[in-house]
């Protein structure tokens, strides 16, 4: 079982910055993909960005150049960087694992984002 818990979010004005944080506690593995989802209100959850335990990095198009994902293996922590922030990042981001051929998902509880106009 793992635990995900999220730090960082907030409030701040379009143009902005936020850093994500978000541990894991648990059994880890190697194979274990890392990453953050968003949810806005009304809308579907989707992905923001994904990291491998190599370095391997996926983005959504709507944060490629603004975003940067990272992690730390030994800390079992992945971060968001988020740069240029824009109204519509507006939303409550979550950590996720994905883990295994069948892709289990774990999920944090979930930060909230808030970008004012």
């Known amino acids: 079982q793992v635990q995900l818990v999220e730090s960082g979010g907030g409030l701040v004005q379009a143009g902005g910055s936020l850093r994500l944080s978000c541990a894991a506690s648990g059994i880890m593995y190697s194979s274990d993909v890392m990453g953050w989802y968003r949810q806005a209100p009304g809308k579907q959850r989707e992905l923001v960005a994904t990291i491998t335990t190599g370095g391997s990095t996926n983005y959504a198009d709507s944060v490629k150049g603004r975003f940067t994902i990272s992690r730390d293996n030994a800390e079992n922590t992945v971060y968001l960087q988020m740069l240029s922030l824009k109204f519509e990042d507006t939303a409550v981001y979550y950590c996720?694992?994905?883990?295994?051929?069948?892709?289990?998902?774990?999920w944090g509880q979930g930060t909230q984002v808030t970008v004012s106009s």
């Open positions: 996720n694992i994905k883990r295994g051929l069948a892709g289990k998902n774990y």
